[in-house]
């Protein structure tokens, strides 16, 4: 698949606000400051479509991008983010859980995490909501670029562990930074529009 033409459409925080059309949504999942925004900035070859940022925690809508007028990518906000409220906190799980629950459209699921670290407590829980609800779903390991080849691999293989990644699960190593993983997202893109096709028919 090649990416031509990536347009944001509208950020939501409430269904009511979400774009009507029968495309298929690939969603972004994960912590703040995991690089969702970079993702959608580097597989759609554009540096500023998603706004990327160092300071976590400042994507707090839902945010929709047309890719080709082919299929959406979702931009979902983070979670984990240490210094805010509770109130803020359920205003974020009533928000996702809403997308993730309720949306028609939605294809697939792309759990981003930092290859740099173990996953996270707030990782697990999301990795538990996405099996629980059966979502169709792949991880994408971010910032490759960041540590050594021996460390990336010693890192998979802590992630495959905590997930019990043995069904099938595909993770990704990516950069964002240099386009590591990009083709293979590209290719998994197309999967996933083909599927909905073959099940149209
Ligand atoms: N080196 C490197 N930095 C990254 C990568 N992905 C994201 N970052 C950096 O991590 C920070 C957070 O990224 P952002 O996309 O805003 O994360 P978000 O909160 O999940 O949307 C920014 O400073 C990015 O430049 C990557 O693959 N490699
Ligand atoms: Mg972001």
Redesign the pocket.
Known sequence: MRINNARYVISAVKKEQYPCHHLPEFAMV??????????INSVTNRKKL?Y???Q?G??RTINFYSIDDKFYLV?LP?YGFARVSGREKSRWATMVNEYLTLRDNLRLIIH?LDIRHPPTRDDLTMYEYITYYNLNHIIVA?????ISRSKAKANLDTIKKHRQVSDGILIIP????NGQGREKILEIFQQNYNNLHLREK
């Open positions: 994960g912590k703040s400051n995991v690089g969702k925004s970079s993702f998603a990327t940022s160092s976590p400042k994507t931009d983070g981003l971010t910032k490759v670029d960041k990516y950069s964002s930074q």
